[in-house]
């Protein structure tokens, strides 16, 4: 079985520019969540969604940073306009019925 | 919001030698679950043992134990008979029931010697 699976696992951009990244679930896994680890902050939880709904996404940053999921195996987290500060790498996971949380392999993003 | 404190911020260990990780949180709850996850040079988040607060029996797998102390708050993790290939960033995780939120400590580097 394919594990969670993100794109790009690298991105490079200049301030400014929007930042669009990707995850794909587990298939039949019905929580899925997005999370940052920068060496100042660690890991922290951003935002997840239960059955494609958004359920907390009190550790969102600010309003330059929005999560969608459309369906159950895909989800997107933007960036617009992005800053420098934004630079981590970002984890995607997801679970099933909120057990254990199985980790993709995270997009490590530069913002210049 | 949870606490997760991890004391040791590096740990080295000689090859098929032994080492332990502490771990203490804080928390008012009375059942949770605690994990520890390990994080190698290639960055990919990999479950290591998993604990529910109210089991008495401390989790096993393989090679890797936890010793969990309810009343002291405290979730260290065992990690016998070293391998080279358990190098990696250790990171342990607090979640409530039905919050499935993970909070995780600082993370101890344990770098195993040949």
């Known amino acids: 079985d394919a594990g969670v699976i993100q794109s790009p696992r690298h991105e490079v951009t200049e301030m400014g520019q929007e930042v669009t990244l990707r995850c794909k679930p587990i298939?039949?896994?019905?929580?899925l969540f997005w999370y940052r680890q920068t060496m100042m902050r660690g890991l922290e939880l951003l935002i997840y969604?239960?059955?494609?709904?958004?359920?907390?996404d009190s550790g969102m940053p600010e309003d330059r940073f929005s999560a969608k999921m459309p369906n159950a195996s895909f989800s997107t987290l933007k960036i617009q306009p992005s800053e420098p500060r934004d630079s981590a790498v970002y984890f995607c996971?997801?679970?099933?019925?909120?057990?254990?949380?199985?980790f993709g392999p995270g997009t490590r993003l530069t913002v210049l | 919001a949870q606490t997760v404190t991890q004391s040791q911020p590096e740990m080295s260990v000689q090859e098929a030698e032994t080492v332990t990780l502490s771990c203490t949180y804080d928390?008012?709850?009375?059942?949770?679950?605690l994990f520890w996850y390990k994080q190698p040079p290639s960055r990919q988040m990999i479950l290591v043992i998993r604990?529910?607060?109210?089991?008495?029996q401390n989790a096993t797998e393989n090679r890797f134990s936890v010793n969990f102390q309810k009343a002291a708050k405290s979730f260290s993790l065992k990690i016998s008979d070293s391998q080279l290939g358990d190098t990696a960033m250790y990171f342990c995780?607090?979640?409530?029931?039905?919050?499935?939120?993970?909070?995780f400590g600082a993370g101890t580097t344990v770098t195993v010697r040949a």
């Open positions: 996971a997801s679970s099933f019925r909120g057990n254990e949380q199985f």
């Open positions: 298939s039949g896994h019905d929580y």
């Open positions: 969604f239960n059955n494609n709904v958004p359920i907390d």
């Open positions: 928390t008012s709850e009375s059942n949770y679950y």
């Open positions: 604990q529910e607060a109210y089991k008495q």
């Open positions: 995780a607090f979640m409530k029931p039905n919050d499935y939120k993970l909070s």
